[in-house]
């Protein structure tokens, strides 16, 4: 079967400098896609700032061939969104994809959760993806174009021990994926969410909860289920065997 090709569009992956977003970042890099890379830069439990995360994945692009800017705007805020969207309108004049992918942990029991561990991950996860869709949907029917993919996950969909957080925020995407599929069905745009296991920091950092329970029994069980997966799901993508075809510039448009 041939790829799926993104030649002339542009596509905003957010938290995007690491793990399964950056991944998202390069494959739509090789298949053609003109990329805004979006990363603050912070830790796993969503600590610090680091704007050289994002840039160091866009200058990857870059170096194998393909057309990629880095952005350092927080998901968080409505003006965050607004600037990381603009960003792509002002380099390319279009935005065809967005994959809403950033976030962090913070796992604690529920007897230990507090608004305080609780919200920024609603506002990161669940806020984070409106606050970026919402400026690329009016860009996107406006061209009678658009894909968006918002990332959910198992801890929310079949429930996981200490991240209520968590899997509120991710399950909350659901139905915000859900709702923006029924709206976008008559303007081209195409709405739909995924749930990946991959081997990256939220997983490691997970486990590591577990293991901070001193509970032998649930640790056991935890890297049980989870062997199999962790040689396998190591996020990768064919841009180190294939590399990037050189962008094509669009009229008008740096």
Do not use: C
Request: charged residues 25%; hydrophobic residues 45%; glycine residues 10%.
């Amino acid at each position: 079967m041939a790829d799926l090709r993104f030649d002339d569009r542009v596509a905003i992956v957010t938290g995007a400098g690491r793990g399964l977003g950056r991944e998202h970042a390069l494959l739509l890099a090789e298949r053609g896609a003109r990329v805004v890379v979006n990363d603050v830069g912070s830790s796993v439990t969503g600590d610090g700032t680091d704007h050289r995360t994002a840039e160091t994945t866009a200058q990857e692009i870059r170096d194998k061939g393909g057309d990629a800017i880095a952005n350092a705007d927080s998901v968080a805020t409505a003006e965050g969104g607004e600037a990381i969207v603009r960003a792509a309108m002002e380099a390319w004049g279009r935005v065809d994809v967005v994959i809403n992918n950033a976030g962090f942990v913070d796992d604690a029991l529920f007897d230990d959760m507090t608004a305080e561990r609780f919200e920024p991950l609603i506002d990161v996860h669940l806020k984070g993806a409106f606050f970026v869709t919402r400026p690329a949907w009016k860009a996107m029917r406006e061209q009678g174009y658009g894909r968006i993919v918002n990332t959910t996950s198992a801890a929310g969909i079949l429930g996981s021990p200490r991240m209520s957080n968590y899997g509120s925020a991710k399950t909350g995407l659901i139905g915000f994926t859900r709702v923006l599929a029924a709206e976008g069905a008559e303007l081209g745009i195409t709405v739909n969410a995924v749930a990946p296991i991959a081997n990256t920091r939220m997983l490691e950092r997970s486990m590591a909860s577990v293991a901070e329970l001193a509970d032998a029994d649930a640790l056991a069980s935890a890297q049980e289920l989870m062997r199999p997966f962790f040689d396998k799901s190591r996020p990768r993508t064919g841009v180190a065997r294939r590399g990037i075809p050189r962008a094509r510039r669009l009229p008008g448009h740096r």
